[in-house]
């Protein structure tokens, strides 16, 4: 890895402080599932398509690789609930189900019951597979923060800085991004290894980061961050 301690981003060179080293950073992969990613799963119940997300998985695994042969810290992140549904709240269900195939959050579909733990749809693909050692974060909601013990476990390794990918970019890649913002750790959100079901929601979603002077962090490629390792 090169000397340099900033990588190239928008609105200003990240992290902040100059202090990208594998003692501070860590990547995030959010909620890159059966269920986001495949066919038949909760993504396609709610009438988007599934390309944009299979479309970032070659930005992931370089990410992964290079992260991994550095010796930084990687987290994944799951959405979904208990087979009870405890977790799940009535309006939540409700709004899982206001689509046109009926189907939400519970249901079965082709790869099991949508967005539940334990099911063939919660897992994360086999393409980006985490590793015995990568803690996996399983969230049921938006943000990895809420109701885990993500924040514990960032705590315990110092961890200050996070370059979140994944999907989707204007949910819980956002959520996730603005909760860590107010926790005072500086985010890089990565434009060509996040998607949304809409591109407009996506590029959306990356405007509003840089808005005064980077609100909730900053934003680079795929290449800008690899460029550090060369």
Known sequence: MKSSSLIPAKPYNWPHDASFYKSTTALVVIDMQVDFCAPGGYMEHQGHSIQP???IIPQIQSLLSHFRASGFAVYHTREGHRPDLS??????????RNNP???GIGDVGPN????????????TIPELAPLPSEPIIDKPGRSAFTNTDFK?????RGIKNLIICGVTTDVCVSTTMRDANDMGMDCLIVSDATAAGRQDLHEASLATVCEEGGIFGAVA???DILSVFR
Request: glycine residues 14%; proline residues 0%.
């Open 221 to 223: 490629s795929t290449a």
């Open 101 to 103: 195939s009926g189907l």
């Open 112 to 123: 099991g019951r949508l967005l539940v733990r334990g099911e063939t749809g919660h897992a």
């Open 87 to 96: 977790t799940l709240s009535g309006r939540e269900l409700l709004r899982s």
């Open 53 to 55: 997300a299979r479309d």
């Open 152 to 156: 514990l476990l960032l705590d315990n």
